[in-house]
C-alpha cells in the first residue's frame, strides 16, 4: 500500500484516477482504518487529502455553508453561526461514536461509507445539503442523497472524491432536527434515523416540509408523501398524525438482531413526529 | 516497500521517524518510539485504551495512521506528569482508587486531560458522555467519574 498526501485537489484527483488497484481516500480515517484492520482489505493506495487548502475549513456565503471534506464532526459544533442555522445537521454529526471518533470523523465520510444507519445523512439529505464532487474531469455537484448506492456502495467514479458538503441557506423561519432510536444513549448504531427540515411563513403555516428516514431502507428514504401531508398546516395533532403515519408507510427496513420490521416502522413514525415539533418550534412556529 | 519518513512533534519534544504506509500510530508510539502508555484494547476505535491528543483533539491513535503525524503535535500519557509531579488528574485516580487492572487508565487519563482542557468544570453529565469511548472493565466507572470531578475542582482552585 502506498500513502500519499497530495497538496491540490488536481494532484488528488490524479493519483485516485491513476491507481491501478483499489484506491481508498483518507480523511478522518475512522472507518478506512477499521476496515484496514480486515485480514481482506487489499489496497494499493490512500490518499490523505487533509494538506489539500480548504478540507479542514467552514465557509459561509451569502447563500450557503460550505463544509470541506475533512472538517471533524466535533469542528462543526464549535461553529456557533453553523450550529445556529443547522442544529439538527449539527446534533446529528454529533451522535457519531465517541469522543475520539468525533475528533477526526467527518460528514463526507459518513456520506462516502455508505451505511443505510448512517446518522449524519438524513439530516444532511433533509437538509437538501449538496455534495460537491472533485474528479479528473473538473467538478461536479449532486444531492447527497445521489451518493450512496446501497450498502457500501457509492456513485462516485475512479478518480473521484468529495471535496465538500454544501448546505444551502433555509431563510429565517427555517429549522431542521435528527432523531433516532439507539438501544443504548451513546456509542451505538441507529435502529432508526429521522431527519426533518420544515420552513415556514410568517403565520407558522408549514410552506415546504423534507422528511428522511434513516436505517428503514439500503438507502436514505425520502418520504415525500408524509411531507406534502403537513405543507399547508401549523402542524396541528392531526397534521402530525398524518405525518407519522406515512413516514411508517415510507419505511421498508429489514428485521436483524437491532430491531423488527414492525419495531422500526412505528418508531419511524414516533421519531417523525417527534422531529417534526423540533424543527417546527426552531423554525420559529409556536 | 520503502519507508516513509516523519516529523513530528510528540510530548513538546522534536521526533522523527520512518514508518510503513499502514502502521497506526499507537503502533509507531509503541513499538519504533518506546512509548507504551497507549495500549492497544480493540484496535478498532470502540475502547479508547489507545487515546492520544492530536492537535488538541483526543483521538484513538490505532485509526491514525503513523504517517499522518507529519507536522502535527501529539500528546501522549508519557508527557503529562511534570517529571515526577503527577498531573492533578493522575493524583486523583489513585486518591479515588481509579484504577484496578489499569489497561485503560492511560487512555481515561488523555481523554479526560483533552476535556478539562476544553471544560474546566463539567457536569457528571458531560464527563459520562465525554468518556462514553473509554471502556473500563474494572471500576464501574463511579470512581473514574469522581476523580476527574475532583481533579477538576482541584485545577479550579489553582487558578483562582
Known amino acids: ?286 | 516497500m520503502s519507508s516513509i519518513a516523519v516529523s513530528t512533534t510528540i510530548n513538546g519534544d522534536d521526533v522523527e521517524y520512518l514508518c510503513q504506509a499502514d502502521e497506526t500510530l499507537l503502533d509507531v508510539l509503541r513499538n519504533r518510539l518506546g512509548l507504551m502508555g497507549a495500549k492497544e484494547g480493540c484496535g478498532t476505535g470502540d475502547c479508547g485504551a489507545c487515546s492520544a491528543i492530536v492537535d488538541g483533539r483526543v483521538v484513538c491513535s490505532c485509526l491514525v495512521l503513523g504517517a499522518e503525524a507529519q507536522g502535527r503535535t501529539i500528546e501522549t500519557i508519557e508527557g503529562m506528569a511534570n517529571g515526577s509531579e503527577l498531573h492533578p488528574l493522575q493524583r486523583k485516580f489513585i486518591e479515588h482508587a481509579a484504577l484496578q487492572c489499569g489497561i485503560c487508565t492511560p487512555g481515561f487519563l488523555m481523554a479526560a486531560k483533552a476535556l478539562l482542557d476544553v471544560n474546566s468544570s463539567p457536569t457528571e453529565e458531560e464527563i459520562r458522555y465525554w468518556l462514553a469511548g473509554n471502556l473500563c472493565r474494572c471500576t464501574g466507572y463511579d470512581k473514574i467519574v469522581r476523580a476527574v470531578q475532583d481533579a477538576a475542582q482541584e485545577m479550579q482552585g489553582e487558578r483562582a
Not at chain 1, 28 to 45: C, H, I, K
Not at chain 1, 107 to 129: E, H, I, K
Open chain 1, 1 to 286: 500500500m502506498r500513502y500519499e498526501r497530495p497538496e491540490t485537489i488536481q494532484d488528488a484527483t490524479a493519483l485516485l484516477a491513476g491507481a491501478r488497484d483499489k484506491a481508498f481516500v483518507l480523511a478522518g480515517g475512522t472507518d478506512l482504518l477499521v476496515r484496514m484492520q480486515s485480514d481482506d482489505f487489499d489496497a494499493e493506495l490512500v490518499v490523505d487529502i487533509k494538506s489539500i487548502a480548504g478540507m479542514g475549513d467552514i465557509v459561509r456565503t451569502p447563500d450557503a455553508f460550505i463544509i470541506g471534506a475533512a472538517v471533524p464532526c466535533a469542528a462543526l459544533a464549535e461553529n456557533e453561526a453553523l450550529v445556529a442555522a443547522w442544529p439538527g445537521i449539527v446534533e446529528a454529526a454529533n451522535l457519531i461514536g465517541s469522543t475520539q471518533i468525533q475528533g477526526r470523523c467527518t460528514m463526507s465520510g459518513n456520506l462516502c461509507n455508505a451505511s443505510p444507519a448512517a446518522d449524519s445523512v438524513p439530516a444532511l439529505v433533509a437538509a437538501s445539503a449538496q455534495a460537491k464532487i472533485a474528479g479528473p474531469n473538473g467538478t461536479r455537484t449532486v444531492p447527497v442523497e445521489q451518493i450512496p448506492q446501497g450498502p457500501g456502495k457509492t456513485s462516485l467514479e475512479k478518480g473521484e472524491f468529495i471535496e465538500a458538503i454544501v448546505v444551502p441557506d433555509a431563510g429565517a423561519q427555517a429549522g431542521d432536527a435528527y432523531l433516532r432510536f439507539t438501544p443504548r444513549t451513546e456509542m451505538d448504531i441507529a435502529v432508526v434515523g429521522v431527519g426533518v427540515c420544515l420552513a415556514l411563513d410568517a403565520e407558522g403555516v408549514v410552506q415546504s416540509a423534507r422528511l428522511a428516514l434513516g436505517a428503514v431502507g439500503p438507502t436514505v428514504v425520502i418520504a415525500q408523501d408524509a411531507s406534502a401531508s403537513i405543507i399547508g398546516t401549523k402542524l396541528d395533532d392531526a397534521a402530525l398524525d398524518a405525518f407519522a403515519a406515512a413516514a411508517s408507510a415510507a419505511s421498508h427496513p429489514i428485521d436483524d438482531k437491532r430491531g423488527t420490521v414492525e419495531f422500526r416502522k412505528e418508531v419511524a413514525g414516533v421519531l417523525a413526529r417527534r422531529a417534526a415539533r423540533i424543527a417546527y418550534t426552531r423554525a420559529g412556529g409556536n
